[in-house]
């Protein structure tokens, strides 16, 4: 079966210092990979997707970037974090065979915040 | 930019009681899901509809598409506690797994 594993689960860094969140997926092939963002309570806003290796495609212009080294990782970046970098960060993933019946599968989130 | 816009933002009922979430959009979507979502945790599939009028029916729970596919409903018959959470829906267009997620609507059921 298909897991997701994405980490920390809680990161407290300091403005100004450098992000590493990592997703990595078990159990598939070639997925298309999600980072998405939630404000509190609120809905999903997509930051970036890859449907391969090296394949990254920006949806908002941020502080941020992602990169996809192997099949099954993609890693959210930072190289100075800022105060509106805090919230909820959600890696995500599908096979566009298994998308009307099974969606996106999510990982457990990362709560980030930036003090 | 797709905009997915649901009402109500908030939802406090009482167990028994019938409600209706709305997700509206002026973006026509070729699919849409909806996802329930806990506390800490990410969100899970609840539901794809795919044809314009479509109905589906989860137990307590029935989801509509509309005509045009634009917007879409879920209605929760005879509600529980544990259909607390954040209801999003999510529609797709364009590049097939691609998700535009709605504002969500929080649900509260107490006893």
């Known amino acids: 079966s298909q897991t997701i594993h994405q980490w920390p689960a809680t990161l407290v860094q300091p403005v100004g210092s450098p992000l590493s969140l990592e997703c990595t997926v078990e159990g598939t092939s070639n997925p298309n990979l999600y980072w998405y963002r939630q404000a509190a309570g609120r809905g999903l806003q997509l930051l970036f997707y890859s449907v391969g290796i090296g394949q990254i495609s920006s949806e908002v212009p941020q502080n941020l970037s992602a990169s996809r080294p192997q099949d099954r990782q993609f890693i959210l970046s930072s190289k100075k974090l800022l105060l509106s970098d805090s919230g909820f960060y959600l890696c995500?993933?599908?096979?566009?065979?298994?998308?009307?019946?099974?969606?996106?599968?999510f990982g457990s989130g990362t709560r980030l915040t930036v003090v | 930019t797709q905009l997915l816009e649901q009402s109500p933002q908030f939802l406090s009922i009482q167990e028994g009681e019938n409600l209706t979430v709305y997700c509206n959009s002026s973006s026509v979507f070729s699919s849409l899901q909806w996802y329930r979502q806990e506390p800490g945790e990410g969100p899970v599939l609840l539901v794809t509809v795919v044809t314009g009028g479509e109905v589906k029916k989860l137990k307590r729970l029935t989801f509509q598409f509309g005509d045009a596919r634009k917007d879409s409903s879920l209605h929760i018959t005879a509600a529980q506690p544990g259909d607390t959470g954040l209801y999003l829906c999510?529609?797709?267009?364009?590049?097939?797994?691609?998700?535009?997620f709605g504002t969500g609507t929080r649900l509260q059921v107490t006893l």
């Open positions: 999510a529609g797709a267009s364009g590049t097939a797994s691609k998700l535009t």
């Open positions: 995500a993933w599908n096979g566009d065979l298994a998308f009307a019946n099974y969606g996106y599968t």
